[in-house]
């Protein structure tokens, strides 16, 4: 459903985009996930026929996004990150805008947006730009789905947002593929992989890796523990500077650690030690990475 | 209010016309501790924020900050805080040695002090290389580290961080809480938000507001139990949808 190729995108001296190439199929729920500057709204722009691609392609339902703009304009839907809707209309008023812009009515598509758009339409009169977050945010979706788009793509649209409205985003978002939308979406945020079919892991205009959120996980190397004590910040700086320590990073009240050498003797060593420095109730456990050790370890 | 406390709240409350966006909140922050103040959307952090760092004139209520009133010191209280925010930190038509000094400046540190702060500054976070580099060149998780330290450069009693990680990568956003960490250590008091529940989980204590007021507040181990879940994430969401 969309095919991206190749595709490179810079500004001056800086590469936002380095040959930057995956495909998307009909009706797949798609994460791009990467933090800020990693290249993803570049790519969204892209996908949107916003911005040209320096080399490089990109298809839409078979369609080119350079020389097809006009059909990808009328059969997308796309929410920037910037809430772009208009603040001095009421919330119907701007729904109405959209589906008339794309000669549709609010009427012939309720169906599609009714689970989201009911939610928010008690306060259909209100002003757009007097709405909270998460109610700018499902109007900002209804708006891109009034024309029943054959795409969907999505540039961060839960970010800055409380981890309340952005499971209610997600659970929308499933909602959606029962309409076999295919939906293209960024985030910053690792732990919204999970919730896709599939992900692109992105940093510094580079794919890290696209696969489905288990496989991802499944190709960890090495195997990964959980540990705590009672004083974390100490356990931290102790095993960092260990030298059977390959990696530790924070994870709430963890520390995830790889071992060097993880025979249970050499594990041993490393736990008489941090008993030797005072550490108290130490806790260690295997556990199944997660995607955010999986993008940590292919950054590092 | 004893000896040892950063901030101390007492029935705090902002009206903005029928609207009360904080209501009489009452909490205490000790010296050297890692508050999170964490909250939905339109929950009022913002406000309740604004309030103590000086910004603001609340309604009713009590607060001290640094031991000074904020109904009546304000202007004390801006220059014993420290302040970063994920929007805006540094000026990005400056170098990174203009901004250092700019906020040193603003501080009234002296010429030397800034000086000597400067280089420790980039030992720290290791960005002596890109002194002479305009913000809007170096990446953001770099940005965010310097601002934090720009942050604490006239060594304040209390630093408010609002939202400093969002978005940041998950190596740089660890390094970030290391700074933290290190900051609470040498005594300066933390008050942080932030949407990352992992991250609620390094705050010595935290407290969730909704629709106005204070509806949880205790080490995340405490809430973790109180509420049955195993995670912040659900404590958060238990506590929002309620």
New interface residues.
Partial sequence: MITITNISKSYGKVQALKNVGFEVSRGELFGLI?????GKTSLMRILATLILPDSGSASIAGRDVVKDYRYIRNNIGYMPGRFSLYQDLSMEENLQFFATIFGTTIKENYELIKPIYSQIEPFKKRKAGAL???MKQKLALSCALIHRPEALILDEPT???????R?EFWEMLKELKRYDITIIVST???DEAGLCDRVALI?SGNILQVDTPQNIVNSYKGKLYAIKAQDI?QL?NLLRQHTNIESC?????FLHIVFKNDSSEQQAIVLDYLENQGMKNIVVQPINPNI?DC??QL?? | MTAGTSIYAKNLTKKFGNFTAVNTISFEVKKGEIFGFLGANGAGKTTAMRMLTGLLKPTSGEATVCGYNVFTHGEQIKKHIGYMSQRFSLYEDLTVAENIEFYGGIYGLRRNDIKQRSHELYDRIDLGHARNSLISAIPLGWRQKLAFMVSILHQPEIVFLDEPTGGVDPITRRQFWDLIYETANKGITVFVTTHYMDEAEYCGRVSIMTNGIIAAMGHPQELKQQYGVATMNEVFIKIARQ
């Fill in positions: 990467g933090p800020d500057g990693a909270s977050g998460g970010t800055g947002v409380d981890a309340v409205s499971t910053p945020y690792m940093q910040y931290n990073f924070t994870f709430g009240e955010e993008f940590i950054l590092q």
